[in-house]
């Protein structure tokens, strides 16, 4: 879910790549760059005064939404609701947290099942977890629902919106800090954004909840760190601000709008030849496509995917043209071995 960086993006990240944001004292440049990455990713996830941090992706992002909600939690033995659909990042959260993991199901349309949620909390969740932009089916989850039942039972919100951040400003979903009460989320530069990687985002809705990461440093000159990582290279950070620069909101759109037809179009013609699609509501399509299929298209150079139930995936990131896909679908007619 990564691609090519944006030039401005490729230009900062070598510029900065011997910096170290772990160290604002000494590397207050890049320092000051971060402050203007989570300004940034503040504005593009409606939150007025965003604190946060640029980390090294949606993995560190999703962990530290754990570990905050770990902290906050008034139980001995605190529980995390995921949708099925979540990001496996969750699972190595529960691991290193020893938090319990509740994953729930999902309905037809492969957005979390609100009953299931509602069913699987109590007064030891800590945390319920709505994912804006599945990794398999590019599917919002009912986050304002999510909220409500947060709020029900004292517990936070996490958006994973790492790959959806930089496309649903541009839908009608309700996925943000401003349509519901979102605690944290994971929002990731280096997918959608363009910037180069290592750039992921993590934001909260207040310095509250972000000092619950905070550890002292005693050989530093700044006093704590929050993030999970120490050492960290600048590039990530400056690829970040380069390219929310360059393209927010015009480019993001335009690419959005881009993605999102080539989406559609490679949905439609694999519905053409007998395919069953799952409906790209965001930029990802998931077909049923028999197994020999798939992995004769590997076997020729084709970088695809398949979900966890084996349908093949296809994520039409900034560099997949049409003219790629088209000789996709020319390949996919010369092979011939449904
Ligand atoms: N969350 C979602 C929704 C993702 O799709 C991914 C990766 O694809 C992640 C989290 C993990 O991000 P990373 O690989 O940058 O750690």
Not at 218 to 223: F, G
């Given at each position: 879910m990564c691609t090519t960086p944006h030039p401005d993006a490729r230009d900062a990240a070598e510029r900065f790549l011997a910096t170290n944001p772990g160290d604002p004292a000494t590397y207050q440049r890049v320092a000051a760059l971060e402050d203007d990455a989570v300004a940034m990713l503040g504005e593009l996830a409606g939150l007025g005064d965003p604190t946060g941090y640029v980390a090294s992706g949606g993995t560190e992002a999703n962990i530290q939404a754990v570990r905050i909600a770990r902290e906050r939690a008034d139980s001995p033995r605190p529980n995390v609701v995921v949708p099925e659909s979540g990001h496996f990042s969750f699972q190595k959260a529960a691991d290193v947290l020893e938090v319990e993991l509740r994953l729930v199901p999902t309905d037809d349309d492969h957005r979390v099942d609100l009953e299931a949620v509602r069913a699987s909390v109590d007064t030891d969740t800590a945390l319920i977890v709505g994912v804006?932009?599945?990794?398999?089916?590019?599917r919002v989850d009912p986050i304002p629902e999510l909220g409500r039942i947060a709020d029900s039972v004292g517990a936070l919100l996490h958006v994973d919106a790492a790959w959806g951040g930089f496309v649903l400003p541009f839908t009608d979903h309700e996925w943000h800090f401003g349509h519901a009460a979102v605690d944290t989320m994971a929002i990731d530069p280096h997918k959608m954004g363009q910037a180069a990687v290592p750039a992921g985002g993590l934001l909260a809705r207040s310095d509250e909840l972000l000092d619950e990461l905070a550890v002292d440093t005693?050989?530093?000159?700044?006093?704590a760190q929050a993030t999970l990582t120490g050492t960290r290279s600048g590039a990530g950070v400056a690829s970040a601000v380069a390219a929310m620069e360059a393209l927010w909101p015009d480019g993001y759109r335009e690419q959005y709008v881009r993605s999102q037809h080539n989406a559609e179009w490679l949905a439609d013609a694999l519905e053409k030849r007998g395919y069953e699609v799952v409906n790209p509501t965001l930029p990802l399509v998931a077909a049923t496509v028999p197994r020999a299929t798939f992995d004769a298209l590997r076997a020729k150079g084709w970088r695809i995917s398949r979900t966890a139930t084996g349908e093949l995936r296809v994520v039409c990131m900034p560099h997949v043209t049409r003219e790629m896909l088209a000789s996709f679908v020319g390949e996919l007619d010369r092979l011939e071995v449904r």
């Open positions: 804006a932009g599945t990794t398999e089916y590019g005693p050989y530093l000159e700044s006093t």
